[in-house]
């Protein structure tokens, strides 16, 4: 039977969310009259959700579970489900149930108006704290001001893509991943549909403030060379300041001053150095350490369980 939706919907210790992400997904795609598949990418949960997946999938075959090796991250799993989809339009959705699934023929509408990546667009966000929100505001228009593609503000991976844009995403395997910016490097058309995110379900956060970093660090380093254009423009600023220096210091010591007599100066001006090329290094680290990974050329994740047509 040949499928017109695919939804994705990676797991990590979501027990509590799972019974009631099924229940709310079955009644939204139901009631379009299409057939549709639900992915459950597994990645590594340890509470009891895999085997909570494996139930749902007895009970419904329209599930489709991808069980990981161990827990390889949010992004892999994505990937995973891209992999396995069938359908002719993906939709990748969280399983805390703060992307709502009713959204999603929202998306369906503007994708069947021609359009081939329909993101959503959070307009409003429930249940966050003013600093989550602060934070999640400053790292959307920090990545778009400075990443080489231009990728939508306040929008998270709760998205729709057509079968041909899926292929294309399935063919870039990079190992440091961030799916919004490969969705919006690719181009095609696109669109956005503005929505309320809810608070989440049941659980706790899989994005803390560490990970949150690790994924900023990710998109820059993924779609900009910003990072090393500044420690260029830190080093062009430590050699003007130097060689402005220079005279003033001949001058003042020919005059007699004591400003610039004893290891005080000297030592200040070793530890501006030295910060700049340390900064520098590990700005050059960051990406020397990205390509060490994809010279290895690991697979992206691996398998324990999955449906056997693919």
């Not at 709502?100 to 108006?113: D, R």
């Not at 590990?282 to 050329?297: H, N, P, S, T, V």
Request: cysteine-free; overall charge neutral; charged content about 25%.
């Amino acid at each position: 039977m040949k499928i017109t939706y695919s939804i994705i919907a990676p797991i990590y210790n979501e027990i509590d969310n799972l019974s009631e992400l099924h229940r709310r997904v079955t009644e939204v795609m139901d009631s379009s009259g299409e057939p549709w598949e639900l992915i459950l990418v597994d990645d590594g949960s340890t509470d009891g959700s895999t085997e909570k997946i494996r139930e749902l999938a007895e009970a419904d075959s329209r599930i489709r579970p991808v069980i990981f090796a161990r827990n390889f991250g949010h992004q892999p799993a994505i990937t995973a489900g891209w992999d396995y989809a069938r359908g002719d339009a993906v939709v990748i959705i969280d399983a805390d149930l703060q992307d709502p699934p009713e959204v999603i023929l929202e998306l369906a509408k503007k994708w069947k108006e021609g359009y081939e990546v329909v993101y959503a667009v959070r307009a409003e966000r429930e249940g966050e704290t003013w600093f989550k929100k602060f934070t999640a505001a400053a790292f959307y228009r920090l990545i778009y001001s400075i990443t080489d593609v231009k990728i939508p503000v306040d929008t998270g991976d709760f998205r729709l893509m057509d079968r041909k844009v899926v292929n294309v995403l399935k063919q870039m395997r990079e190992r440091h991943r961030f799916p919004r910016g490969m969705s919006a490097w690719v181009g095609f058309r696109q669109i956005g549909v503005e929505y309320k995110r809810a608070a989440r379900v049941a659980g706790v956060t899989k994005y803390p403030f560490n990970k949150m970093v690790k994924l900023a660090l990710n998109a820059i380093t993924s779609f900009s060379y910003f990072p090393l254009q500044v420690a260029t423009f830190f080093g062009f600023v430590s050699a003007g300041v130097a060689i402005l220096a220079i005279p003033i210091v001949i001058y003042m010591r020919i005059l007699g001053s004591g400003a610039f007599f004893g290891q005080a100066t000297t030592l200040i001006a070793v530890l501006f150095l030295g910060g700049v090329q340390l900064i520098s290094l590990g700005i050059l680290g960051e990406y020397i350490g990205r390509l060490y990974d994809e010279a290895k050329a690991r697979p992206l994740y691996i398998v324990s369980e999955a449906p056997e047509e693919q």
